[in-house]
C-alpha cells in the first residue's frame, strides 16, 4: 500500500522493529516470537509502516490499522488512480503491440491487452484463470468474464510467443 504522508501516528513502544533500507527506515511488528528448529530465537514480523526521521512519528500502512486499530486504513485524500491499463496501453501503442493484436485478432486485441494488463497488475494469474468467475470491468465499460480471457489466451495457441514455449 502506498503511503499517506500526511497521516502520522505515534510510534508503538513495543513490539516493533526498526530497520534502515537506504534513506528510509521502516517499522516492523513483530506477529510471532518462537525458537527455530535450530533452537534460535526468531520472529515473525510485517511492516507496519515508515519512520518520518524529522517528526519521530509514524507513517503507518494498511497493516498498522488492521493490528492495532482492528479496522481497515482510512481511504487516501486527493490521490487517483494512476490509471494502469492507461499507462499499460500507452506503452503497448508505442511499441506498436496495439496495431500488431489488432491486425492478426481483429476481435479479441482489447480482450488481450486487458488479461495482460491484469496479469502484469496481480501476477501470475494464468494458472486458475480458467476456472475463477470473476468480471473484470475494461475502461470502454465493457464488463468480461475473466474465463473469456482464458479461452482468449488458450485459443491463440502458438500464434503469439508469450502463450507459449515456442518460437512461435
Given at each position: 500500500?502506498?503511503?499517506?504522508?500526511?497521516?502520522?501516528?505515534?510510534?508503538?513502544?513495543?513490539?516493533?522493529?526498526?530497520?534502515?533500507?537506504?534513506?528510509?527506515?521502516?517499522?516492523?511488528?513483530?506477529?510471532?516470537?518462537?525458537r527455530n528448529k535450530k533452537?534460535?530465537?526468531?520472529?515473525?514480523?510485517?511492516?507496519?509502516?515508515?519512520?518520518?526521521?524529522?517528526?519521530?512519528?509514524?507513517?503507518?500502512?494498511?497493516?498498522?490499522?488492521?493490528?492495532?486499530?482492528?479496522?481497515?486504513?482510512?481511504?487516501?485524500?486527493?490521490?487517483?488512480?494512476?490509471?494502469?491499463?492507461?499507462?499499460?496501453?500507452?506503452?503497448?501503442?508505442?511499441?506498436?503491440?496495439?496495431?500488431?493484436?489488432?491486425?492478426?485478432?481483429?476481435?479479441?486485441?482489447?480482450?488481450?491487452?486487458?488479461?495482460?494488463?491484469?496479469?502484469?497488475?496481480?501476477?501470475?494469474?494464468?494458472?486458475?484463470?480458467?476456472?475463477t468467475r470473476r468480471a473484470?470491468?475494461?475502461?470502454?465499460?465493457?464488463?468480461?468474464?475473466?474465463?473469456?480471457?482464458?479461452?482468449?489466451?488458450?485459443?491463440?495457441?502458438?500464434?503469439?510467443?508469450?502463450?507459449?514455449?515456442?518460437?512461435?
Amino acid at each position: 500500500m502506498a503511503l499517506d504522508a500526511t497521516r502520522k501516528v505515534p510510534l508503538p513502544e513495543h513490539g516493533v522493529v526498526k530497520k534502515r533500507m537506504g534513506d528510509k527506515t521502516y517499522i516492523y511488528y513483530a506477529t510471532a516470537v518462537y525458537r527455530n528448529k535450530k533452537g534460535q530465537p526468531t520472529a515473525d514480523r510485517v511492516s507496519i509502516g515508515r519512520y518520518d526521521d524529522e517528526t519521530g512519528m509514524l507513517i503507518p500502512n494498511r497493516n498498522y490499522y488492521e493490528i492495532y486499530l482492528k479496522k481497515p486504513a482510512p481511504p487516501m485524500q486527493g490521490m487517483w488512480s494512476s490509471g494502469t491499463y492507461a499507462a499499460f496501453r500507452g506503452v503497448c501503442d508505442h511499441l506498436g503491440l496495439t496495431k500488431i493484436l489488432k491486425s492478426y485478432f481483429p476481435e479479441n486485441w482489447e480482450l488481450m491487452l486487458t488479461a495482460a494488463q491484469y496479469m502484469l497488475s496481480e501476477g501470475n494469474v494464468m494458472y486458475y484463470l480458467k476456472t475463477t468467475r470473476r468480471a473484470i470491468r475494461h475502461p470502454s465499460g465493457k464488463m468480461w468474464m475473466m474465463p473469456e480471457s482464458a479461452v482468449c489466451f488458450l485459443s491463440c495457441g502458438k500464434k503469439i510467443c508469450f502463450c507459449s514455449s515456442g518460437n512461435g
